[in-house]
């Protein structure tokens, strides 16, 4: 197997919150692979930093202080590079006791740096799609202009009228109906599930090497949701594009992805395939998991008018990490055996199977990790 | 037979949109019916659940029935009084017995105030208790929602979505209300959450005798929570019937669709291949835009309409003399289209 095309290492990403005045450590050291051609799926409820990492992987964090410290490591085109190369010597942190006490980061200097390492990957290598497509396109300009405008900087087909001839297969290509009509369509003349298409078109047209996904179906209506799956799920086997999906929706992440990623409190708890992952039957599993996916209304317990088995509690908020596990506090698995683990050391990233890891003291391979 | 709470008979409500000084001037303009025609029923202590795509009315509905906005026709009845036309001073009595959930769950929370002060605001709007009787509610509506009272001195900023939704039903608890309209009420809320709070909702249900017009467009969850549900198509109910039915037995090709997109995303145990055919399947419905703005003619989900195509494209189904009516199909489930 070679080496994936997105390797993120280690990555931290803090913001300072003004109002709570304290560090947010949004992403607190998370390790993903995207491997050529397949879809990885990060899911996790709002504030688990799932759009903050990829975020970061595309450079757009603004907010400070930002992306801190990791590796990003990108291999397409024959090349290898580390978009956050040298960069740790911009920023410093300060910690207590699991709270963030400061950070010092020269933005400047980083940014600058950031800028010339990003330049020809952004948009190019990697693009994105956005929850919300209305915002992403350009309200003042037709959606052929803002495609021609992306083919003709990105791809090979420089000249107008080869590059306006490629938009409009690319609209077409996502089912854009009377694509030569909608090409001169303002995107508020369009409906959302068009925007998204739209979006969608915009993004694969640079023929970008990784595509990430940001909640693409989220603020659509349902039968609109399920048709945007459709269409990722026949553009994935069409054009084989390695996709970063984030979603909080689990059916979506199980439709699309190869390989899924659970994320929980700035933290990666449980990562494998899919299949093995989200297996109705499975026995190994992140309390966290599970706790997810019983938490949806199952067939049996609509029949049965039973009570949803919601988690207790709310969803950390990573100003004061706990110095054991970050579910210890939801958790309803912590055996005696183990509750001095859970709450005293946080556990590592074990497998338990070949691919399949959990973050959890309940699997010996934490505990012999 | 448990009593009728609210009866809707012909709601219609229009939203006229007027564009330029000249339509200004002449009061002309186009006029959207966001609401045609609507009747339904809610019996006390149950859940009616309205479901259906953006844009359809539902919200429009829930607003009407508690005069939030004022109907262009049509009749509510609530608990016995037809309350179409009654006046403000009159309203106000009832108002405390009908409340709203609202989606966004800063609603209703004033940003410069604490939760503590929120509540008793609620419980000092009809009411002019004693200082220990507010106390004692405070502390009966915390447990109520099952929220910390460490959470009383906080303002609204400082707490999380779950909790935010929670101080939101304590201080519609806190009116002792009879009807609740919930507009969506998990849908800004986490997963997690969401199950928290649908919990919640039918605890208070059941402990306090409410009865709920449930509007969503989660459809597992309204199977969950709703004994009826109708289901709306640009301002009219095209389908209503028992949960189960309407979930497993839909007879609409709208409903039918609305389901099945939910299927096809959830469904676990469904093979691979099983998945791919009906994706197939679904992607050859070309699906016109969802449009207000296009007279109808006939039956407005026509352009939409699978079967219509399917039975080649009959004639009364475009014929402006016989829009669908809904029938009674057996148990009290009725539904609007010629062929289903």
Known sequence: MDAPLLAIENLRTYFFSR?????????????????????????????????????????LVTAG?????????????????????????????????????????????????????????????????????????????????????????????????????RAIHWLERVRIDSPRLRFDNFPFGMSGGMCQRAMIAMALSAEPSLLIADEPTTGLDATIQSR???????????????????????????????????????TVVETGRAAEVLAPE?????????????????????????????????????????????????????????????AGLEPPLGDVASGHKVRCWLYPAARKA | MRRTILEVTELRKDYSQRRGLVSMLTGQGRVIPAVDGVSFYLRENETVGLVGESGCGKTTIGR?????????????????????????????????????????????????????DILREALTVYERPSDAEIASRIRELL???????????????????????????????????????????????????????????RDLQRDLGLSYLFISHDLPVVELVSQKVAVMYLGRIVEMGLAENIAHQPRHPY??????????????????????????????????????????????????????????RPAICTDPASEPQLRDVGHGHVVACHFA
């Open chain 2, 143 to 201: 447990e109520q929602v099952s929220l910390k009272d460490s959470k009383l001195p906080n303002f609204p900023s400082e707490l999380s979505g779950g909790e935010k939704r929670r101080v939101g039903i304590a201080r519609v608890l806190a009116v002792r209300p009879r009807l609740i309209v919930a507009d969506e009420p998990t849908s800004a809320l986490d997963i997690s959450i969401q199950a928290q709070v649908v919990n919640l909702l």
């Open chain 2, 255 to 312: 409903t039918r669709i609305l389901w099945s997109s939910l299927a096809d995303k959830q469904n676990t145990e469904e093979s691979l291949y099983a998945r791919s055919s009906a994706t197939a399947e679904r992607e050859q419905r070309t699906w016109g835009v969802f449009d207000f703005e296009q007279p109808v003619s006939g039956c407005r989900f026509a352009p939409r309409c699978p079967l219509y195509k399917d039975k080649g």
């Open chain 1, 19 to 59: 109002a709570k005045r304290a560090f947010i450590r949004s992403v607190d050291g998370v390790s993903l692979g995207v491997a050529r051609g397949e879809t990885l799926g990060i899911v996790g409820e709002s504030g688990s930093g799932k759009s903050v990492t990829a975020l970061s992987a595309a450079g």
């Open chain 2, 64 to 116: 009407t029935v508690l005069r939030l906005t004022d109907p262009s026709s049509g009749h509510i009845v609530f608990d016995g009084r037809d309350i179409t036309k009654l006046s403000r001073a009159k309203l106000r009595p009832l108002r405390r017995e009908m409340q709203m959930i609202f989606q966004d769950l800063d609603a209703g929370l004033n940003p410069r105030m604490r939760v503590r």
């Open chain 1, 228 to 266: 945007i799956v459709d269409l990722l799920a026949q553009l994935k086997t069409e054009t084989g594009t390695t996709t970063l999906l984030i979603s909080h929706d689990i059916s979506v992440i199980q439709r699309l992805s190869d390989h899924i990623a659970v994320m929980y409190g700035g």
């Open chain 1, 282 to 342: 499975a026995k190994v599993r992140h309390p966290y998991t599970a706790a997810l996916l019983a938490s949806i209304p199952s067939a049996d317990t609509i029949r049965r008018k039973s009570y949803l088995q919601a988690i207790e509690g709310e969803v950390l908020d990573t100003i004061e990490v706990p110095r054991g596990c970050r579910f210890y506090g939801r958790c309803n698995r912590v055996t005696e055996a183990i509750r001095e683990n859970c």
């Open chain 1, 65 to 165: 202080p930002g992306v801190i410290s990791g590796h990003i490591h990108l291999h397409s085109n024959g090349a290898r590079r580390n978009l956050l190369d040298g960069l740790e010597k911009y920023a410093r942190v300060t910690e207590q006791d699991g709270r963030v006490m400061a950070v010092e980061k020269d933005e400047r200097g980083w940014r600058k740096h950031s800028e010339t390492l990003m330049a020809g990957v952004r948009g190019k290598e990697i693009a994105m799609i956005f929850q919300n497509p209305r915002s992403a396109l350009n309200p003042y300009s037709t959606i052929g202009k803002q495609l021609v405008e992306t083919i003709r900087l990105h791809t090979n087909f420089k000249g107008e009228n080869e590059a306006r001839e």
